[in-house]
């Protein structure tokens, strides 16, 4: 995300995530959902490399410490969170949530596709630029990440739109 390569960032999806269109939810992102008009892999992957590469690519920022933000939007789910929360947001500037946190329909949901055993969820916040540099929006994104034979991969993303 910081470093706009969505080659790289692709490499950080679960084998599983472009099984089908899930892997985004974002009523905003028009391009995704014709992107997937034949729900094949392949089509689902290329349109979630135009959204890294249409909406990650106007992030403000170069290093993690000045993209992420907490805000009161931010720290309204922290409330709900709070029991979950297995980092210290408060420093790191994002939120690190277990699964269990997760509506009993999203774990089910999930749990078909993923061993939720270990898994969890971030929720982060970024500023996005406009076409006038001199403005933005503030992202609300949260990245569904669960234990792979090679690591941590991201199984979906759902992004908050203003």
């Known amino acids: 995300m910081v470093r706009k390569d969505i080659t790289t960032a ?17 009523g905003c992102c028009s391009h995704f959902k014709s ?6 892999p392949e089509a689902i ?11 990650f690519g106007h992030i403000k920022g170069t290093t993690l410490k000045n993209v992420l933000f907490l805000t009161e939007d931010s720290e309204k789910l922290a409330k709900t969170y709070k029991k979950w929360v297995l ?16 509506n009993s329909r999203a ?3 999930l749990g078909k596709q ?15 630029l ?10 609300l994104m949260y990245l569904f990440w669960v234990r792979d034979k090679n690591g941590w991969k991201i199984g979906r993303i ?5």
């Open 158 to 162: 759902s992004v908050a739109c203003n």
């Open 107 to 109: 774990k089910r949901y």
């Open 114 to 128: 993923y061993n939720l055993k270990s898994a969890f969820f971030n929720v982060i916040q970024f500023r996005v």
């Open 130 to 139: 406009n076409e006038d540099v001199r403005y933005g929006d503030d992202v």
């Open 10 to 26: 692709l490499q950080f999806f679960h084998e599983k995530a472009f099984l089908d269109d899930s892997v985004l939810d974002c």
């Open 45 to 55: 992957k290329s349109a979630v490399s135009v959204f890294l590469g249409e909406d």
């Open 87 to 102: 980092n210290q947001p408060e420093h790191d500037k994002y939120y690190i949530v277990s699964y269990r946190a997760l």
């Open 35 to 40: 992107e997937t008009e034949f729900r094949t």
